[in-house]
């Protein structure tokens, strides 16, 4: 039978019923790739590296994991209109199932902070997309307030659906395997994610499915680190624009999934993203977003610190949240103009060296 998604895949794993409508854009289901010259680039050419290509979801990130389940059970509770404050991703997820199923899409985001793309896609989808004089952090509050206070659902994940959705995604992995990878790294944001996994991994075990739990290795971006540096940020800055969160609502699950997987939450500089990201795209032919490619930077950081790590062949998983196609402008910022040659053979044959 043909794939529908991961509420029909994962069904006996998640809160639903006969009863729950199945909004679904077919998520899920996302390649795990090996990347054995991204394993040499970060000097542990023995690890047994894989990726997993959340960015390969409908709307080309790992939130529709949980959107689909979050706006099944909203449809199911009769909701008319959904509300989310977003870096991006989570709007233009919510604007897409909103669409799907015909309900009201709100969406708060942060004024000049998030990629084109994402902008893009909330706008198409119809949302009602009010950029605010703020930042990600007041974003949330003030959609909090709102869905306290009016008959609209919540949609950050916050809401437990959205989480319960994300889970699959470890699921996937050890489906995949047939094991947990040793090691998974991940960015960081609101904690949503990271919360996810970790209590995915735990169900599988519960289930008797895998007897080894990974490490749970978070990676903020410097400049917006609140969990590292154990206080909120009031003005977190990064050009990894998904991750520039500084109080995530999840901040005591990713602090319990770390310290109960024995794991490790640390710091990449946008340097160090950027270059993680062309290494990425030029050596494996994987165009994340930035904050995805903090999951590779993060491990490569954790690499040279950690000579017996880098020289093991450990089994390790780097999540790529989200599509590169998401920024296209931070693309450009990132490697070489086209160069301008004359459409003249002698031209481009003089550029080009052939021989
Ligand atoms: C590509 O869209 O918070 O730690 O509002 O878009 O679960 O927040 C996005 C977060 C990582 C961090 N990678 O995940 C939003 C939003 C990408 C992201 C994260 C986000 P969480």
Redesign the pocket.
């Known amino acids: 039978m043909s794939y529908r998604g991961v509420i029909d895949r994962y069904r006996a794993y998640l809160p639903v019923t006969d009863k729950t409508p199945v909004i679904s854009l077919c998520e899920g289901n996302t390649p795990l790739l090996r990347a054995s010259k991204l394993a040499q680039w970060i000097g542990a050419g023995k690890l047994n590296l894989y990726l997993k290509l959340?960015g390969m979801n409908p709307t080309g990130?790992?939130?529709d994991r949980g959107m689909t389940l979050a706006m099944s059970k909203a449809v199911e509770q009769k909701t008319r209109a959904v509300i989310?404050?977003?870096?991006?991703?989570?709007?233009?997820?919510a604007a897409a199932y909103s669409a799907r199923v015909g309900v009201r899409c709100i969406v708060l985001i942060p004024g000049g902070a998030i990629a084109l793309g994402?902008l893009s896609q909330a706008v198409m989808h119809g949302a009602d997309v009010l950029s605010i004089d703020g930042n990600?952090d007041d974003a949330l509050r003030l959609v909090r307030e709102i869905s306290d206070q009016y008959p609209v659902t919540l949609v950050?994940?916050i809401n437990p659906y959205r989480i319960e959705g994300?889970k699959t995604a470890s699921f996937e992995i050890i489906d995949e395997l047939g094991e947990a990878p040793a090691y998974q790294f991940?960015?960081?944001?609101?904690?949503?994610?990271?919360?996810?996994y970790w209590k995915g991994y735990l169900e599988y075990q519960k289930h008797g499915k895998i007897r080894q739990l990974p490490r749970m290795m978070g990676v903020q971006a410097a400049g917006a680190a609140p969990i590292v540096r154990g206080a909120p940020i009031s003005n977190p800055q990064t050009i990894a624009t998904?991750?520039r969160?500084g109080n995530?609502a999840?901040w005591k699950q990713?602090v319990a999934a770390r310290d109960e997987s024995g794991g490790g939450i640390d710091t990449v500089t946008d340097d160090e993203i950027v270059e993680a990201y062309k290494a990425l795209a030029s050596l494996e032919g994987v165009f994340c977003?930035p904050?995805?490619a903090?999951s590779v930077a993060g491990l490569k950081k954790y690499a040279c610190l950690h000579p017996d790590f880098a020289a093991s062949q450990e089994t390790v998983a780097c999540i790529l949240?989200?599509h590169g196609l998401?920024d296209p402008d931070r693309a450009l910022a990132s490697v070489a103009k086209p160069k301008n040659v004359k459409a003249d053979l002698k031209a481009i044959l003089n550029e080009l060296k052939l021989g």
Do not use: D, L, Y
């Open positions: 959340e990130s790992f939130k989310t404050a977003s870096t991006g991703n989570t709007s233009a997820s994402k990600f950050n994940s994300q991940m960015p960081v944001g609101n904690a949503g994610n990271i919360t996810a998904a991750i969160i995530p999840s990713a977003e904050a995805s903090a949240t989200g998401k």
